[in-house]
Nanobody, 123 residues
Framework: VQLQASGGGLVQAGGSLRLSCAAS????????MGWFRQAPGKEREFVAA????????YYDDSVKGRFTISRDNAKNTVYLQMNSLKPEDTAVYYC?????????????????WGKGTQVTVSS
């Protein structure tokens, strides 16, 4: 199983990026998916989560109203649309898969992690 994140880059403050995470897993629709990020010198933190059906989403307070997580189960892909980006959003972003939303949100017993994609927001 592989999770491959992409879509990162350099953007000015106020700009937008859309991250994608493609999963090579048989039963993608059985997994809740999440995005996390790790800034230099900081611990990895939860950003957003989405249920297996896409019907429920959760966000860290720092990104509410600016980021949107979505998924396309037909394409085995989860997305993170990031708008109104701020310099403090600069980090390596990772996607992960887990059996429950609670595990995603609290970052425990996650089944798969992808390699990260760098997001840099300049001021």
């Amino acid at each position: 199983v592989q999770l491959q994140a992409s879509g990162g880059g350099l953007v000015q403050a106020g700009g937008s990026l859309r991250l994608s995470c493609a999963a090579s897993v048989r039963a993608f629709e059985d997994y809740c998916m999440g995005w996390f990020r790790q800034a230099p010198g900081k611990e990895r933190e939860f950003v957003a989560a989405i249920s297996w059906s896409g019907g429920s989403t959760y966000y860290d307070d720092s990104v509410k109203g600016r980021f949107t997580i979505s998924r396309d189960n037909a394409k085995n892909t989860v997305y993170l649309q990031m708008n109104s980006l701020k310099p403090e959003d600069t980090a390596v972003y990772y996607c992960a898969a887990g059996k429950t939303l609670d595990r995603i949100i609290k970052s425990y017993d996650l089944d798969y992690w992808g390699k990260g994609t760098q997001v840099t927001v300049s001021s």
